[in-house]
T-cell receptor, first 112, second 115 residues
């Protein structure tokens, strides 16, 4: 079992719709969760971090964390073609400090 | 504030050579982490440095090494290059280094091609 799992997609949504991206992780001790966006040929850029169970909203983005189910998700409201990218879920790895374990990423395509 | 910078941006080497990549973190950040990204394996953690000390290491062979200087700039070195080392090498910086996992900000990466 991979440590961090994401559906590779592509996830195709129409412009203006809600895109829902999901991620599961295997280490019950994980405490820190991050969503990054990566455009083709570019480096990952941080969208949001979440540390506590529940929802965290930032503009059109909402991250949801459920530690009991070992599940974290990202909702993108009013999706735009510019949101088309690969979304990477990252979880803190064993050993502490700044070690992140990344999922393989979900490719999102927003079509006009 | 300037972001994370990495040099060089592109590099072509041949098998058996060695390479050194450089990373300058965001001003004030003391933690630098290195990752390798390939189409097959995705983003994988190499190692992390804080205050010139390696605090954590991923599952890579000893050919991969790094160091950090007193100004927090970091270098990673790959010796005896193999074809499979062709990848995007990403550096990420973060701030407090309190023991938890801080938010990491990535540089633009160095694209290494091994021929």
């Amino acid at each position: 079992q991979k440590e961090v799992e994401q559906n590779s997609g592509p996830l195709s949504v129409p412009e203006g719709a809600i895109a829902s991206l999901n991620c599961t992780y295997s280490d019950r001790g994980s405490q820190s969760f991050f969503w990054y966006r990566q455009y083709s040929g570019k480096s990952p850029e941080l969208i949001m971090s979440i540390y506590s169970n529940g929802d965290k909203e930032d503009g059109r983005f909402t991250a949801q964390l459920n530690k009991a189910s070992q599940y974290v998700s990202l909702l993108i409201r009013d999706s735009q073609p510019s949101d088309s990218a690969t979304y990477l879920c990252a979880v803190n790895g064993p050993g502490g400090y700044n070690k992140l374990i990344f999922g393989a990423g979900t490719r999102l395509a927003v079509h006009p | 504030k300037a972001g994370v910078t990495q040099t060089p941006r592109y590099l072509i080497k041949t098998r058996g050579q060695q390479v050194t990549l450089s990373c300058s973190p965001i001003s004030g950040h003391r933690s630098v982490s290195w990752y390798q990204q390939t189409p097959g394996q995705g983003l994988q953690f190499l190692f992390e440095y804080f205050s010139e000390t390696q605090r954590n290491k991923g599952n890579f062979p000893g050919r991969f090494s790094g160091r950090q200087f007193s100004n927090s700039r970091s270098e990673m070195n790959v010796s005896t290059l193999e074809l499979g080392d062709s990848a995007l090498y990403l550096c990420a910086s973060s701030g407090a280094g309190t023991g938890g996992t801080d938010t990491q900000y990535f540089g633009p990466g160095t694209r290494l091609t091994v021929l």
